[in-house]
C-alpha cells in the first residue's frame, strides 16, 4: 500500500525537478515563488471530501487501471439541458454500468463563435445556459456519492478572442498582446506559414488573423476566433495552471488537456509535439500531484502512435495518466469498410507491444469527426493508394459504395486534395439509420449484429472503453443541425443530437431496436467487469486467423485466458487459431468450444475462456451474463448463419430476427 502525504511532504517531493524545468522555460525565480505559493492557497481552499479522495487514490496510485471503469461522454444540453438535468439523469447513467463521464466543453463561450465550446472567454464561468459553478459542485458531488468520475475539457492552447485577455490585448495593451502571438506585420506570420501545418485548410486556411481594428496579426491555428495563446510567457502558464488548480477544485476527476501538441510555438518548426510541451506537460502533472493527486491527465494527441506514446512521459518522469487510442479508432472503421483485419491486427499489435503502465481510452467514436490517418506504407504494400482509399472510406460511409449500408456526411471536404473526414453517430455507420428508413427487419437485426460486435471488440482492448451518450440506444444521425445557422456550417453536429428519451424508454422492452442493443451491450459490461482478465495490466495480444475478415485477440492474466474472435464479415467465416491447450467455454452461450476451426457467424463474435478443469454444465452457465433477457438476447447473436459464396452479395439470412413494428420503427427513420 502506497503511503499519503501532506502538500509540504508532496512539494518537497517534486520541488528540485520542478524549478529545474520551470527554470529552464522561465529563468524567473519570482514567478516561480509566485507558482508555489498559488499552489499552497488553491490546496487549502480544497474541499475536504476532495481531499479524503486524494488520499485514498494516493494509496491506490492505480485505482482506474482495472477493469470497472467505464465512460460515456455526451453534451450538457443535448443530453439533459442542462447540469441539473444530468443530475437527475445519474440514475440512468448507472443503469448503463457507467462510471466515468465526460462532460463536453461547458465553459463560457460566445455564441456561434464556440467550436463546440472550444473557444472559451472565461475559465471560472459556465455557460449560462447549462448552469452555475455551484451547480457544477453539485453535480460532482452527486456523481462522487454514486461512485461516478467526471471528466471535462481544459482548452489550454487558445482562448475565445472575447476573453478578458484577448479584449485587452486588441486594445493595444502590451502586457496582454505578450499573451498572445501578436505582429504589426506579415514578416514573421509568413515565415511560420512556411513550416506550419493548416488544421482546417478549406473553412478556416492559414495560421493568423488580421486585425483591422488593431492593425495586427494574431497567431489562429484553429479559427480566427481561437488566438494561440503564448507560453513562452510565464504569466500564462502561471494564470492557465491556477485555472486548471481552480477547476480541479470543484470536483473533477479527470482533466482532458485539449490539442496538447501544439502549445509550444517555435520559429521554423512545424510548432507541433516541440520538447517543451513535454517540460509543460511534465509540470503540469507534478502540479497536480502535489495539489491535487486524485486526479488524472488526460491528452488529446489525435496522432499516429510514435507522436501519441511520448505523452505517457517514462515511468520515473510520467506525464499523461491516459491518452485517446485515435488511429485504432480510425482503423476500426477502416476494417467495417474493407472486411479485412490485417492493417487492424497491425495497429493493435503495435499497441500491445507498449508497457502495460499506459492506459488507453478507447472509442467508436466521439464528438469529433473520424480523420482516416491510417497507415499508408503499409497499406501501400498492399496495393492501396492513399488519395483512393480516403476516396472509398468517405464514399462507403456516406452509402455510396461497396454494398455499404451507412450514413453520414463529410466534414472539411478538400476538392484540391480530395481530402475529407467523416461525420456519423455509430448506429448509423452501421446501418441502424438505413434500415429503420426503409423499414427493413432483416437489414435491422444485421445491423444490430454489427453494432454490437464492435462494442464486444472495443471492450477487448486493453485500456477504457468510452461510449457517447445515445450510442446505447442506437441514436442515429440528427440533421436539424442544418436548421441552425450557428450550427448548419459545422456537420460534426450531425452525431451530436439531443438524446431522444423517448427512445430511451424502450430499454426494457426487448422487441424494440432500443432494447435489443442496450440489453446486448449492458451483459457486455457485466462480463467485462467480472472476468479479471479484462484489466489494463492483462497481456493483450493478436492470433492469426488465417481469415481476412476474423479478428482474434488474446489476453492473459494471473492463470486465466481469453480469446475473442470477432467477425467483420456479412458471412459466415471459419477462424483457424489451433488453440490446443484445453477446454474453453464461450462467455455469451455457456457452450463449450474448440477453439481450433470456429465459425463465427455474420458480424459474429465469441468470447472464449479456457477453462482449467472439465465442469458441468451448471458450472458453465454461472459464467454466463446474470440477467436472463440479456444474456438470451446475446445468445441468440451467436447463432450460426449459412456460410455465403466468397463473392458478397447482399443476402438476408432466414435467421435474423424482425424489427420492431411500424409505429415505433418510424421513430427511428
Known amino acids: 500500500m502506497d503511503k499519503t502525504y501532506t502538500f509540504e511532504e508532496r512539494l518537497a517531493r517534486h520541488h528540485d525537478e520542478l524549478r529545474w524545468l520551470y527554470m529552464e522555460l522561465y529563468h524567473n525565480g519570482d514567478m516561480f515563488a509566485e507558482l508555489c505559493d498559488n499552489m499552497e492557497r488553491f490546496y487549502r481552499e480544497r474541499d475536504q471530501g476532495l481531499k479524503a479522495m486524494d488520499a485514498e487514490r494516493e494509496e491506490r496510485p492505480d485505482w ?73 459542485e453539485r453535480l460532482t458531488a452527486a456523481c462522487h456519492k454514486k461512485g461516478i468520475n467526471v471528466c471535462m475539457d481544459f482548452v489550454m492552447n487558445h482562448t475565445s478572442e472575447e476573453h478578458d485577455w484577448a479584449r485587452r490585448a486588441r486594445r493595444g495593451d502590451g502586457e496582454y498582446m505578450s499573451r498572445y502571438f501578436f505582429y504589426d506585420n506579415g514578416d514573421i506570420p509568413s515565415r511560420y506559414e512556411q513550416t506550419v501545418p493548416q488544421v482546417f485548410p478549406t473553412t478556416a486556411p492559414g495560421n493568423f488573423t488580421w486585425l483591422p481594428d488593431c492593425g495586427h496579426y494574431v497567431m489562429t491555428t484553429f479559427y480566427p476566433y481561437q488566438w494561440d495563446l503564448n507560453y513562452r510567457n510565464p504569466r500564462v502558464f502561471n494564470e492557465m495552471m491556477y485555472n486548471f488548480l481552480y477547476l480541479a477544485g470543484r470536483g473533477i476527476d479527470i482533466i482532458r488537456i485539449d490539442a496538447v501538441p501544439y502549445i509550444w510555438k ?17 509540470m503540469m502533472r507534478m502540479i497536480g500531484e502535489i495539489v491535487c493527486p486524485g486526479i488524472l491527465l488526460l491528452g488529446e494527441v489525435v496522432m499516429e502512435p510514435e507522436k501519441v506514446v511520448p505523452y505517457f512521459g517514462t515511468v520515473e518522469k510520467p506525464e499523461c495518466h491516459m491518452l485517446y487510442n485515435v488511429t485504432t479508432m480510425a482503423t476500426t472503421w477502416h476494417t467495417v469498410a474493407t472486411r479485412d483485419v490485417r492493417l487492424l491486427k497491425r495497429q493493435l499489435d503495435i499497441v500491445n507491444s507498449l508497457p502495460k503502465e499506459y492506459v488507453f481510452l478507447n472509442y467508436l467514436r466521439c464528438h469529433d469527426d473520424i480523420g482516416w490517418g491510417l497507415d499508408y506504407p503499409a497499406l501501400k504494400g498492399e496495393g492501396i493508394e492513399e488519395r483512393a482509399h480516403k476516396k472509398y472510406l468517405n464514399d462507403y460511409f456516406q452509402g455510396y459504395a461497396g454494398d455499404s449500408e451507412s450514413r453520414g456526411e463529410l466534414y472539411n471536404a478538400d ?14 455507420m452501421c446501418g441502424i439509420e438505413k434500415a429503420g428508413f426503409e423499414q427493413d427487419g432483416e437489414a435491422m437485426e444485421r445491423a444490430i449484429r454489427k453494432d454490437v460486435m464492435l462494442h464486444a471488440y472495443m471492450f477487448m482492448q486493453s485500456g477504457i472503453p468510452v461510449l457517447y451518450g445515445g450510442d446505447e440506444i442506437a441514436q442515429v444521425n440528427d440533421y436539424t443541425y442544418k436548421e441552425d445557422p450557428d450550427k448548419a456550417p459545422d456537420s460534426r453536429y450531425i452525431h451530436r443530437g439531443a438524446m431522444n428519451w423517448e427512445l ?5 422492452d426487448p422487441d424494440t431496436v432500443e432494447g435489443k442493443l442496450f440489453g446486448r451491450l449492458k451483459a457486455l459490461e457485466e462480463i467485462r467487469k467480472r ?6 495490466g492483462a497481456d493483450a495480444w493478436t492470433v492469426e486467423t488465417w481469415e481476412k475478415a476474423i479478428l482474434c485477440i488474446g489476453r492473459y492474466y ?32 455457456g457452450e463449450k468450444v474448440r477453439p481450433e476451426e470456429v465459425r463465427v457467424p455474420a458480424f459474429g463474435f ?11 454444465e451448471e458450472a458453465l452457465r454461472e459464467q454466463t451474463p446474470g440477467k436472463p433477457r440479456e444474456e438470451e438476447a446475446l445468445r441468440e447473436q451467436q447463432k450460426e448463419t449459412p456460410r455465403e459464396p466468397e463473392e458478397e452479395t447482399p443476402k438476408k439470412s432466414r435467421k435474423q430476427t424482425a424489427a420492431t413494428p411500424k409505429k415505433k420503427r418510424r421513430k427511428r427513420a
Not at 471503469?69 to 457507467?98: H, P, Q, S, W
Open 64 to 136: 482506474y487501471k482495472g477493469n470497472g471503469l467505464l465512460g460515456m461522454m455526451f453534451y450538457i444540453d443535448n443530453f439533459a439541458g442542462n447540469m441539473k438535468g444530468v443530475t437527475e439523469k445519474l440514475d440512468y447513467i448507472e443503469r448503463c454500468g457507467v462510471n466515468y463521464i465526460h462532460l463536453m466543453p461547458f465553459l463560457d463561450t460566445p455564441r456561434g463563435r464556440s467550436d463546440g465550446g472550444y473557444a472559451v472567454s472565461d475559465f471560472r464561468k459556465v455557460q449560462e445556459d447549462l448552469g452555475s459553478m455551484e451547480d457544477l
Open 606 to 616: 465469441y468470447y472464449l475462456k479456457k477453462v482449467e478443469e472439465p465442469r458441468g
Open 531 to 536: 472476468e479479471k482478465v479484462f484489466v489494463s
Open 504 to 508: 430511451a424508454g424502450n430499454i426494457d
Open 558 to 589: 494471473r492463470g486465466e485466458k481469453l480469446f475473442g474472435l470477432f467477425n467483420f464479415s456479412g458471412y459466415e467465416k471459419t477462424a483457424w487459431i489451433h488453440e490446443t491447450d484445453g477446454e474453453y467455454v464461450d462467455l455469451i452461450s
Open 415 to 428: 476538392p484540391v486534395t480530395g481530402d475529407a473526414r467523416f461525420c456519423g453517430t455509430t448506429a448509423s
Open 266 to 282: 517555435e520559429l521554423g518548426t512545424s510548432c507541433r509535439n516541440l520538447p517543451q510541451v513535454h517540460t509543460i506537460v511534465r
